[in-house]
Every structure is written in C-alpha cells, then in structure tokens.
C-alpha cells in the first residue's frame, strides 16, 4: 500500500471484532513507528502494547470503577471557534450513525463508556512520557507531546496498511492511575494517548462516519 492510500484509508474506528491481532504484527508496527522523528532525536516515547489477559483485565477494572475520569497531559480543554464547530460536527455525526438523540443523556454515557472499553479492541497502544520530561524547571515542556503526535500518526499508517483499524483515543486513559497499577507502572509515566487497535467490525454503522476537512485554499498559503 503507497503511503498515500493508507493516508487516504485511514479513519478512526469506534467498533473493533474481537479477533486478536497477532504479536507479530504489532511487533511489526512499533518497530516500525520507532522511526518517527523526534525533537533532537529525543524518542520520549514510551509504549506500551497490550493484548489478551491484561487487556481484559484493564476494560473490566476501567468499567467497575467509580472514580471519576482526568487525563495525564496538563492544560484546559477548551474549544473556541472555529475549532468548537469541528468539534460538534464530529461528535453529532457520530450520534447520527448510533441513533442517539444528542438529548439522551443515559445513551451518551453508555456510548461513552465504550470509549474506556477501547471500543472492543482486542489491543491496545499506549503511548507515554515521562514526567521528568514534561516538567522541566516547573514549566511546561510540549516537545515530547508533539514528538508522540508523529509516532502516532505513524503507527496508525502502519496499521492500515496491515488491513487494521485504529484511533488515536484520549477516552481510554481517563482512568489512568488503574491502567498505571494494573501495568506496574509507577505514577511518573504518563499517558498521552491510546490507540485502541484491531479488525474494525465494518458492520457497525458507527465506523460509517466519515470526518470532513477544511479546503486547502482555507488552511495552506502557498508562496
Ligand atoms: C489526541 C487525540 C485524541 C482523540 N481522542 C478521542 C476520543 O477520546 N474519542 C473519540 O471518539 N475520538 C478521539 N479522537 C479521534 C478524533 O475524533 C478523530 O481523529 C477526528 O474526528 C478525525 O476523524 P478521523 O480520525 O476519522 O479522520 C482523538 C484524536 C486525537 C488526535
């Protein structure tokens, strides 16, 4: 597959088959996405790539908590225009697919939860960092955040190519201090994104949404 099929293929999957994806073939992949560039060649990538028992063990803990959800990276995620408008596009869009009327609060949350459950995934890609790393002199360093947004895109090309669906996923790790317990993973590893991986279930219609992008002549000056 050209690089600009697999960029053209790619979408993210929110219904996975559960059939396993062989070791190899994630091997494969983040061998692979180890090329991705990084500031300095600082790779401040950390991956963690976890499949069957632990997998299980990890959506069971994340559904029966009751504690309530926060993410790693640091900062408020607000949406101003015009970026809250692609925003509520996607999010009704997929609501449309499910039939979920947007003011079904309960369906929401159910539908949400699936998100914890990496969407059914049979695998799972975290990607982290290390704190040391992120807070340099008590400021923020976003490098390593950035670097990580290129070996991700990275793995999810690779993954398409393998015939594999993805998402990069901020809803996995909204429990994170479970996933860093049940992963022996002391507090100072954090969790940027997963990316839930497996064969997409192309029968979901929530894998029937397609995202838009605004034009080249509204995002790209030439000079
Ligand atoms: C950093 C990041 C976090 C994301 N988190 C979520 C998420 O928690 N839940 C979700 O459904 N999609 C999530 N997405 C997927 C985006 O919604 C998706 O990439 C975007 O709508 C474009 O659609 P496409 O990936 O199908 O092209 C995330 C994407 C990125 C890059």
């Known amino acids: 597959m050209d690089v600009i099929e697999a960029v053209n293929k790619r979408r993210s999957i929110r219904a996975f088959k559960s059939d396993p994806v062989p ?12 090329h991705a560039p990084s500031a300095s060649n600082s790779q401040p990538w950390e991956l963690a790539v976890v499949s069957g028992a632990k997998m ?11 504690g309530r959800p926060s993410v790693d990276m640091p900062g408020a995620i607000q ?37 914890a459950n990496v969407w059914g995934a049979p695998s799972c890609i975290y990607i982290m960092i290390d704190r040391a790393f992120l807070y340099v002199n008590n400021e923020i360093n976003i490098w390593p955040a950035f670097d990580c947004g290129a070996i991700t895109q990275t793995i999810l090309l690779l993954a398409t190519e393998q015939g594999l669906g993805t998402i990069p996923a901020v809803q996995p790790v909204l429990y994170p201090d479970i996933i860093r317990e049940k992963l022996n993973l002391p507090a100072s590893k954090l969790f940027v994104v997963a990316i839930p991986i497996g064969y997409p279930d192309r029968d ?19 000079y």
Do not use: C
């Open 23 to 34: 070791e190899a073939i994630l091997k494969r992949i983040v061998e692979a996405a180890l």
């Open 56 to 66: 299980a063990e990890i959506k069971k803990a994340v559904a029966e908590n009751s």
């Open 79 to 115: 949406y101003p225009e015009p970026y809250a408008s692609r925003r509520a596009a996607v999010m009704a869009g997929a609501l449309e697919k499910l039939g979920i009327p947007r003011e079904d609060k309960e369906a929401r949350a159910k539908w949400g939860m699936q998100g």
């Open 204 to 222: 979901h219609p929530v894998n029937e949404l397609r995202t838009t992008r605004e034009p080249l002549d509204k995002m790209v000056t030439f």
